[in-house]
């Protein structure tokens, strides 16, 4: 069976080593090389150019090399077959390393306590617990609540927003538009791990961090996003930020990535800009779920993980 690899910005020879080691008994081949497109059944790829899977008539399943999958499903000549999406601990320990590192990085001010340090200031201040500061999760699926479970471990008061309502442990569940704005209306930390679809497209816009409170244990509200670029409004972010209705953020996700060289963001003394990497994984560990969920399919059985073209996630 022949597959098509692309892996856009990413190693590709070494995707293509771990692969081929796999999988002895197909043939793969980088997109842009390969010269028979009938020939390829499987496509593995991250972020190939809209129409490039078009070009495969034979293709049967199509394998995202990450959990997102609106660079797919953007794509309006998507084959359509099954698309299926890395879940993979990996990947999600990973997210969850990022969102509780700046979850700390902002109730516990390391921002200025670095810039203290820079000025020789010896300058305590009284930080508040995690008990009283609330967190908000925008997006519940397999990064929201494994990033909650393990904030609520760490004592904060968890919420979480999903768009069907969900019953979890130790924290409060809120869905819906009505339970979108309860939630904000009391959270002090914002962390978005949504998709991007339609319905979430710049959702995180001035309206939205208009109904955070200014009166928690912070002193204002922080947004962190590590979902999508595209859910947020980086202009309303910046003037929530100069305006006093955000008093930091951290993205590692952007509209345009990389982000642009002329953007504000790059220099705002309380932004934490990473690039894109919050859950970057080991391509072990992707190309082993990916043979596995290729295994089940040719074995006939259910892949674990194939995305619901109807929701956009
Ligand atoms: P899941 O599909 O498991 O979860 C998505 C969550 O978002 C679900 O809880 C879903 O609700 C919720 N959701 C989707 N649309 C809406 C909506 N309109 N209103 C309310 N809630 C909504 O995805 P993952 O948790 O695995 O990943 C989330 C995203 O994180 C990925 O799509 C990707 O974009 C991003 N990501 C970023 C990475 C990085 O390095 N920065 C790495 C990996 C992923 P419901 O539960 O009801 O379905
Ligand atoms: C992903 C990502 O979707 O890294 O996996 O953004």
Not at 112 to 132: C, F, H, I, T, V
Not at 224 to 237: L, S, T
Not at 266 to 295: C, E, F, G, M
Request: net charge negative; charged share 20%.
């Amino acid at each position: 069976m022949s597959i098509a690899l692309y892996t856009k910005g990413w190693d590709q020879a070494l995707w293509l080593s771990h692969f081929q080691t796999l999988l002895p008994n197909h043939t793969i081949t980088a997109m842009e090389a390969v010269e028979t497109f009938e020939d390829i059944r499987y496509a593995m790829v991250w972020k190939p150019e809209p129409g490039a899977l078009a070009r495969f008539p034979n293709l049967e399943v199509i394998f995202s090399l990450g959990a997102g999958v609106d660079f797919l499903l953007n794509d309006p000549s998507l084959p359509n077959v099954p698309v299926v999406r890395v879940v993979d601990p990996d990947l999600t320990n990973r997210m969850s390393e990022y969102v509780v590192l700046h979850c700390l990085l902002h109730h516990r001010r390391t921002l200025s306590y670095l810039r203290y340090q820079q000025a020789g200031l010896w300058m305590d201040r009284e930080d508040p617990a995690a008990k009283d500061i609330r967190l908000g999760i925008l997006g519940l699926g397999v990064l929201g609540q494994d990033a909650a479970y393990k904030l609520s471990i760490m004592g904060y008061d968890v919420m979480g927003w999903s768009r069907s309502q969900k019953d979890l442990q130790n924290m409060r569940c809120f869905s819906g538009e009505a339970g979108l704005d309860a939630m904000l209306s009391q959270t002090d930390i914002l962390v978005s791990l949504l998709p991007h679809t339609q319905e979430t497209h710049a959702m995180l816009n001035l309206d939205l961090f208009k109904k955070l409170p200014r009166d928690g244990a912070l002193g204002g509200p922080v947004l962190i996003n590590a979902g999508r670029g595209k859910v947020q409004v980086e202009r309303d972010i910046m003037k929530a930020l100069d305006d006093g209705l955000l008093i930091g953020a951290s993205l590692d996700v952007f509209e345009d990535e990389p982000l642009h060289d002329s953007s504000p963001l790059w220099s705002h003394p309380n932004v934490i800009l990473t690039p894109h990497n919050a859950a970057a994984s080991s391509a072990k560990a992707i190309t082993d779920y990916v043979v596995r969920q290729l295994s089940l399919y040719e074995a006939g059985q259910a892949m674990d993980s194939v995305v619901n073209r109807n929701a956009g996630y």
